[in-house]
């Protein structure tokens, strides 16, 4: 099983104040399992993918979908939505960066991109 198939399969761990984010070799890692369109920000504290959709219906469902998602796994994104695009970025504020519920989350989102993506 690939690392990104299994960070989908896998559900978010509450994290607490104080949780430290993840070290730098660990985030470089998850990311390289992630979509190569993930981008790591430059303090390196959040990551991003802007999903192209096509046009804004499908950007919406998008939008909807990972919100959804995102409620079920107490984790919440920035979103943005656009015409034919949703942009979505993770980072964990009680960590003060990356944890690997902002992976787990961002593989769960690239599995609803799928079918929106067409």
């Not at 890692?29 to 993918?49: F, P, V």
């Amino acid at each position: 099983m690939s690392e990104a198939k299994d960070l989908a399969e896998r559900t978010c761990v509450p994290c607490k104040g104080g949780t430290p984010p993840l070290d730098q070799a660990r985030v470089r890692a998850l990311l390289a399992s992630l979509h190569h369109d993930w981008q790591l920000s430059d303090d390196g504290t959040q990551i991003t993918r802007r999903f192209a959709t096509g046009n804004f219906a499908r950007a919406l469902a998008l939008t909807d979908a990972v919100g959804a998602m995102a409620e079920t796994q107490k984790h919440h994104p920035d979103l943005a939505l656009g015409w034919g695009y949703c942009s979505v970025t993770w980072t964990t504020h009680a960590a003060g960066g990356l944890s690997e519920n902002d992976f787990i989350c961002a593989a769960r989102s690239d599995a609803l991109a799928e079918p929106a993506a067409g």
